[in-house]
């Protein structure tokens, strides 16, 4: 009852649902970052029964009796099929980019493919794999960045034994995330679901082209700069996407220089802290009310 305002982030977790009905007991709006947790896939993914009980018990009423933040547009229509809220905002993530851009990239005969996250199933790597097997008509290199836990991440990585074109080579921070980053000629990003994508941006930042699926947030940023391309999550649609990007290195090379330029903007700080401003003084006027 002493603070301004109360900013709960993340669902479906033993801690954040017990504060906000707290909250709704003492007759506070918090603010809520759901963070990707409204989603179906995510209702769906696991424990399905135990959330659609919580939402319909209690966590629908205490999602509507808050102030919703979504890191898209994508994630904010996602939102609105579950929760009947008008007071929802939109604010992409304050991200921390590197002020130069690494000047690393090489043109090779071959496409250099990376995909940087977790190895998780919400991230639909087997999508990807599948595109690029057998009869895939180009010659690859796909790096995979990042590492997962249990036997999906070791069956992913047994699947691809014997490619000498699909590299797996962990977790990268700092000056090698970036520079891996850089000399890519494209970040692929098949998420089933991604309520934002920093990864989008940070490739961007450094001039590499991305191709996302249509459930990835940041896609309508993709779209409207021209800076990548989207494809459903269908294995002939991304072999035929990745060939038809191959095949255009113009473009490609238009993007690489447009791209830093375009999310320095879209990522200053100044302006997303404003959002914010706004966003928690429309929280504390309603709770004075």
Not at 215 to 221: A, E, I, L, T, Y
Not at 226 to 244: F, I, M, P, R, S
Not at 270 to 282: D, V
Request: proline share 4%; charged share 25%; hydrophobic share 40%.
């Amino acid at each position: 009852s002493s603070f301004d305002v109360i900013h709960i982030h993340s669902w479906w977790n033993l801690v954040v649902v017990p504060v906000a009905w707290i909250c709704s007991l003492k007759k506070i709006l918090p603010v809520i970052s759901l963070r990707g947790t409204m989603t179906e896939f995510s209702v769906t993914h696991k424990n399905q029964g135990a959330k659609e009980w919580v939402h319909s018990l209690v966590g629908k009423k205490l999602l509507n009796r808050s102030f919703l933040d979504s890191t898209s547009i994508k994630e904010d229509q996602r939102l609105a099929a579950f929760i009947d809220n008008d007071r929802r905002y939109v604010i992409p993530n304050i991200l921390e980019i590197p002020d130069t851009v690494r000047g690393i990239h090489e043109e090779t005969p071959y496409f250099k493919l990376v995909y940087l996250g977790r190895i998780d199933p919400a991230k639909n790597i087997e999508l990807l794999l599948e595109a690029l097997n057998g009869t895939f008509p180009i010659p690859y290199q796909l790096t995979m960045v990042g590492e997962g836990e249990g036997s999906y991440a070791e069956n992913l990585i047994a699947s691809t034994k014997g490619n000498s074109r699909i590299k797996w080579i962990g977790n990268l921070d700092g000056e090698q995330k970036w520079n891996e980053l850089a000399r890519a000629d494209l970040l692929v990003l098949p998420s089933h679901i991604e309520n934002y994508g920093n990864v989008v941006l940070e490739s961007l930042s450094q001039g590499t082209p991305v191709l996302v699926s249509e459930n990835v947030g940041s896609k309508d940023f993709v779209v409207n700069n021209k800076l990548g391309w989207v494809a459903n999550t269908n294995k002939e649609e991304w072999k035929l996407t990745l060939t038809d990007i191959w095949n255009q290195p113009d473009l490609r090379k238009d993007i690489r220089g447009r791209a830093p330029g375009i999310v320095k903007e879209e990522i200053n700080k100044e302006r997303l802290l404003g959002l914010y401003e706004q966003m928690y003084r429309e929280c504390i006027k309603a709770n004075e009310a």
